[in-house]
């Protein structure tokens, strides 16, 4: 499996990417889960991104980049397959990973656009919690813990990302809007786009997903077996 998940922020990305892991095993990748660690641990490159990331805007591309290429060639990431959750975020940034998966010899699958409308994503995103210690998600409504402020998987501290706050998350909306959504025609055109209403429960996105898996590897039998005959 090798794909891109799609969408504004609050679509549930992360969410269903956590799921698709457990269930598959493929490497998730998040470009803002692997600045959010640098940004805890102090490096030089955690110190660069912070202001971009509690701000809302993004971080230059060469910068992501960079780091999606070395998790992308990390040999276990070829074999198990990976999804990506929040790169690309700008059409230089989908050229390049084009470029580098095409190098490493495993071309993207296919991209999935996770749409929710305004409302929606608002109401996720300033209920959202995050662990401090181990990432897990939870929704003060929709996925509460079990006691308040605790993690249920570790015990650890529950918080608000600094850039979940209406605030930034208008802005959040505007940078999507200008600089991520051209991605969408981006993979259309290669014939490579899905969609799945990002508004259902989690359990019924993760079986439309499965859908769209099945197909795929289903077509690609098909190319097999006509090559061999
Ligand atoms: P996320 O956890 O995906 O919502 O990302 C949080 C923040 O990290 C974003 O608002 C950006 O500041 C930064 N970020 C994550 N991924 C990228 C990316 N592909 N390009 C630029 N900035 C990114």
Redesign the pocket.
């Known amino acids: 499996m090798r794909l891109v998940l799609l969408g504004p922020?609050g679509a549930g990305?992360?969410t269903l990417a956590n799921q698709v892991h457990e269930k598959f095993q493929v490497a998730h990748i998040?470009?803002?889960?692997i600045?959010?660690e640098e940004m805890k641990s102090g490096s030089e490159l955690g110190q660069e991104?912070k202001g971009?990331?509690e701000s809302?805007?993004?971080?230059p591309?060469q910068l992501?980049t960079r780091l999606i290429e070395s998790r992308l060639s990390r040999k276990e990431t070829s074999d198990t397959g990976f999804l990506l959750?929040?790169?690309?975020?700008?059409t230089a940034?989908a050229e390049d990973l084009d470029k580098i998966l095409e190098t490493n010899g495993i071309p993207l699958e296919f991209a999935v656009l996770m749409e929710a409308g305004l409302p929606v994503i608002v109401q996720r995103l300033t209920g959202r919690r995050v662990c401090r210690q181990c990432g897990a998600l939870y929704h003060i409504q929709n996925m509460p813990p079990q006691k308040q402020g605790v993690c249920d998987r570790c015990g650890g501290e529950l918080y608000q990302r600094p850039?979940d706050t209406e605030e930034t998350i208008k802005k959040?909306m505007d940078?999507y809007y200008e600089k991520t959504a051209p991605i969408i025609d981006f993979y259309a055109q290669q014939d490579k786009l899905k969609k799945i209403d990002a508004e259902k429960e989690t359990a019924q996105l993760l079986k439309d997903l499965e859908a769209f898996i099945k197909d795929f590897d289903d077509a690609s039998d098909q190319d097999q077996n006509a090559a061999r005959s």
């Open positions: 922020p990305k992360g998040s470009t803002g889960d600045l959010r991104a971009y990331v809302g805007g993004l971080v591309d992501v959750d929040g790169f690309p975020r700008t940034q850039d959040r940078v």
